[in-house]
């Protein structure tokens, strides 16, 4: 390999100067999806000070990240985000009530059984297959419903609280995107 490649102009550009072109981008959209996952998160944090309810979860996380770092990517559009979640909620909870577990401790507590394995395994495909059938994918959403599933998240306050904490950072990031264009 010769250390060379050729430029916009048909010119020679060393490896070296492409590479610092990259790098630059990259710390430039890294700091813009840090600083907007901050924005996006602390927003949720402070609701949920004020209502004194789990308004951060896990499965916001790679939401928000999906959201800063790929925001073209289908998994980012506003509706698959909202729509995956909801679906996530719905199926979590379904699988407990077919499982019978609506009223068991979480996993954390009573550690894991068959019907919560069943549980789990039930929620995930179904909202990978309805997600996939719709077609509106949101990995991130499989983190919620399992939030659900598991009986960590399972209180109609609790999975109102997971809807609109995705809302508002569906919201937040939404316009953050939109001002990057």
């Known amino acids: 390999m010769s250390g060379r490649a050729e430029g916009p102009g048909g010119g020679v550009v060393s490896d070296r100067a492409t590479r610092a072109d990259h790098n630059t981008c990259g710390w430039r959209s890294g700091a813009v999806s840090g600083f ?77 059984t068959v019907p919560r394995i069943v549980a789990a395994c039930l929620s ?29 998240l399972t209180t109609p306050i609790q999975l109102l609280t997971i809807v609109l904490s995705v809302l508002l950072i569906t919201i937040v990031m939404t316009m953050i995107n939109k001002g990057r264009r």
């Not at 990517?73 to 909801?86: E, F």
């Not at 297959?129 to 960590?152: E, M, N, R």
């Open 36 to 112: 907007s996952s901050v924005v996006a998160l602390a927003a949720a944090g402070a609701i949920g000070l004020l209502v004194q309810q789990p308004w951060i979860f896990p499965s916001l996380g790679p939401t928000i990240m999906v959201m800063a770092e790929t925001p073209a990517q289908p998994a980012a559009r506003p509706w698959n985000v909202l729509s995956g979640h909801l679906v996530g909620v719905v199926t979590g909870y379904l699988a407990l009530l077919v499982t019978g577990l609506s009223q068991a401790p979480p996993a954390t507590q009573q550690g894991l």
């Open 124 to 152: 995930l495909a179904v909202t990978a297959l309805v997600l996939q059938i719709l077609p509106l994918p949101h990995p991130p959403a499989g983190a919620t419903t399992l939030l659900v599933s598991l009986g960590i």
